[in-house]
């Protein structure tokens, strides 16, 4: 089965991870890491975002790391929300968040109209920081959590209570 995984991926987190994770897990044919553009990833958000080179060479490192199972990895430049999984005929698969998981049926609607089989997805639950709420990049790069997680700095640069005050 060759899996694709899309998204702008910056900063990686543990969310990021488990998409690719899931990905590598099940793509015996191969993975395709769709990587947005530059303009694409920026003109949808207000946070900065590392530039695409950045990115996916930090992607590379991701992979190399989750990697046990020695997949061929691609990863390819993505320039609009669908581009690729619509049109790409090798894909059997697409692996989503739950955010983006309603996205699986109109790319599958895309695919049908040029006459491609449709795929297959495989949601990933969120992963969730220590306060409960879902680990994001928006989080991350404010400064709330850290890559795994952990709460950080509250914004306004007071030390949120750690798990030993807790206790």
């Given amino acids: 089965m060759r899996v694709a995984v899309a998204g702008t991926f910056g900063p990686i987190h543990d969310g990021h991870r488990a998409l690719f994770r ?3 897990e099940r ?4 993975v ?3 990587l947005t553009s530059d303009e694409f990833a920026r003109g949808k958000r207000e946070r900065p975002v590392p530039d695409f080179a ?7 490192e991701e992979i190399e790391t989750l990697d046990e199972w020695g997949r061929e990895v691609e990863i390819r430049e993505l320039h609009d929300e669908h581009g690729i999984a619509s049109t790409d005929p090798s894909l059997d698969a697409l692996v989503v968040s739950p955010e983006t998981a309603g996205e699986l049926a109109d790319i599958n609607d895309e695919r049908a109209r040029r006459g491609l089989d449709p795929m297959e997805g495989f949601v990933v639950p969120f992963v969730r920081a220590a306060d409960g709420e879902r680990i994001s990049s928006t989080r991350l790069v404010g400064g709330e959590i850290d890559e795994h997680g952990a709460l950080t700095a509250d914004g306004n640069g007071n030390e949120n209570e750690s798990e030993n005050e807790r206790h």
């Fill in 32 to 34: 395709l890491v769709a």
């Fill in 27 to 30: 793509g015996d044919e191969g």
């Fill in 54 to 60: 950045d990115r996916r060479e930090r992607i590379r």
């Fill in 22 to 24: 899931k990905a590598l």
